[in-house]
């Protein structure tokens, strides 16, 4: 009995170890991506892009036409039959549930919350198309950049989306508004794999300054200020 005892307090004592360190490194890893940073911001470019957030989330907005490449090739209007205009389009990754489920703050539920964060789960694109040019202010950053870097960007954010014959999967009926949707999407969503980490990568893989490792949107925006 003793003995059993003995093990059990260890036990606890080897979880509560554990968790202790678990938040420590998390905690850290949350606030490196504000306080360190890779990559540079450019005064000109061939391509203007914009970053923007809700204080939470994400999303990248990149023109809709360009010499390089038209988003409607891959995003058809026809998803989008309400829409009043297709100046830039605003692409963001996340967690499917929580995209799906929780359209305003007050629709978050506790199980929603507790899903997207501590098990991997499915994911989906959520798609903006915009009417005029994404204003400066405190949650949207511009951001130039060369043509090489907006075709990688473009190539990184399409295989993001799930897709058949090289056409994207659309969810019906799955919108906010009349001129968004949502896309089935590759990747599982987690703590250490979160909306804002996607937007982090894309920036990092062309060159952008943002955190080394953000998963937070203050670990991106604040490096674009």
Same mark, same amino acid.
């Given at each position: 009995m003793k003995k059993a005892l003995k093990y059990t307090r +260890?036990? %606890?004592? *080897?979880?509560? #170890?554990?968790?202790?360190?678990? /938040? /420590?490194? *998390? %905690?850290?890893?949350?606030? @490196?991506? /504000?306080?360190? @940073? %890779?990559?540079?911001?450019?005064? #000109?470019?061939? %391509?203007? /892009? *914009?970053? +923007?957030?809700?204080g939470v989330h994400t999303d990248i907005c990149l023109p809709v036409e360009s010499e390089f490449f038209d988003w409607k090739a891959v995003l058809p209007i026809s998803d989008y039959p309400n829409a009043n205009g297709f100046e830039y389009v605003s692409i963001g990754w996340g967690d499917k549930g929580f995209f799906l489920d929780t359209p305003e703050w007050s629709d978050l539920t506790f199980s929603t919350a507790m899903n997207a964060a501590f098990l991997p789960s499915g994911t989906a694109m959520h798609v903006a198309y915009m009417n005029g040019t994404p204003r400066i202010s405190d949650s949207v950053a511009k951001v130039f950049i060369d043509a090489a870097a907006h075709e990688t960007l473009i190539e990184f954010i399409q295989k993001s989306f799930k897709g058949t014959n090289d056409k994207v999967e659309l969810i019906p009926n799955s919108g906010y508004w009349n001129n968004d949707n949502f896309y089935e999407a590759y990747g599982n969503y987690h703590l250490f794999n979160t909306c804002n980490a996607w937007t982090n990568e894309a920036l990092k893989v062309i060159g952008v300054k943002t955190g080394w490792y953000a998963l937070s949107a203050d670990g991106i925006m604040s490096h674009l200020k």
């Open positions: +260890r036990g %606890v004592f *080897y979880f509560f #170890e554990f968790f202790l360190g678990f /938040i /420590i490194c *998390y %905690v850290w890893l949350f606030f @490196s991506g /504000i306080l360190f @940073s %890779v990559g540079e911001l450019k005064a #000109e470019g061939d %391509v203007t /892009i *914009y970053v +923007r957030t809700n």
